[in-house]
């Protein structure tokens, strides 16, 4: 079967809207090769280019990934300023590429808490990319679904207060327009990679609905082989048409 007609075969609007991934793994990814918890992360950046890479590639709307949970604050100290200095220095690094493929930067979560040059730089790349039509990524940081959903009830808490809305008028919409992703469409398909069966408190509302997908795979492992099966099995769950990642993988090298 030739590349054209396994590309013809999926509609491309079956694909998902939105893509979230929890990037999970690393630490034991490096424990597995004796090497410390950070050679796992430098690696697992190389499994986001290519996961970034093939979604733009696709046409998928929307890629959020779950780069720094708020939880992770309790790991070593050494630890998660390591992390931080990855971010900056990955940020820098990336951001000139990403505008370059049409990516638009979006960091969500609470970056009140990083330091004020780390600030400086995700505003910079956000203000960058701001006008890009291509793929949406999201980059979790200091990121809790809780939290998401606390800030939005917040908001809605102060607008009650100033008499701006009438709390018995209050509906889910308006929860949903003061979440950090209010303006994307809510998660069709949810990854997490190393294993693990649970969703650690990442976004909790735009989830509600979305198909969960668990594999083995350590995140630095995660590739364009990897996505695309992911893809095929979303595709299968919802539409139940029989499609395989090499048809995914095919509509890819149609793109290019």
């Not at 013809?8 to 079956?14: G, H, K, N, T």
């Not at 809305?165 to 003061?178: C, G, N, S």
Request: glycine fraction near 6%.
């Amino acid at each position: 079967m030739s590349s054209q007609s396994s590309y013809l075969e999926i509609d491309p609007s079956l694909l998902p809207k939105h893509i979230a991934v929890i990037m999970d793994g690393n630490g034991r990814w490096a424990k597995a090769r004796g090497k410390a918890r950070m050679f796992g992360h430098k690696a697992g950046v190389d499994a986001v280019r290519k996961t970034v890479s093939t979604a733009n590639s696709l046409g998928i709307q929307v890629l959020t990934l779950f780069a720094f949970s708020s939880e992770n604050w309790r790991r070593p100290e050494e630890e998660v300023s390591l992390l931080m200095e990855l971010f900056v220095t990955v940020l820098g690094r990336e951001v000139k590429r990403l505008h370059k493929n049409g990516v638009r930067l979006k960091v969500i979560g609470d970056t009140s808490r990083f330091s004020k040059s780390l600030q400086d730089k995700i505003a910079a790349a956000e203000a960058l990319t701001e006008s890009n039509s291509g793929l949406t990524l999201n980059i979790a940081a200091n990121y809790g679904g809780q939290w998401d959903i606390f800030q939005s009830v917040q908001k809605l808490a102060g607008q009650v207060e100033r008499g701006e809305i009438l709390a018995d008028q209050l509906t889910e919409a308006d929860i949903q327009a003061h979440l950090t992703t209010s303006s994307l469409p809510d998660v069709d398909l949810m990854i997490r990679t190393s294993g693990e069966c649970r969703i650690s408190n990442f976004m909790l509302w735009q989830a509600a609905y979305a198909e969960l997908y668990f594999t083995e795979q350590f995140w630095p492992d995660f590739d364009e082989t990897s996505l695309t099966e992911a893809i095929a099995w979303f595709i299968n769950r919802e539409r139940r048409f029989g499609c395989t990642g090499e048809q995914v993988k095919a509509m890819l090298q149609v793109e290019k």
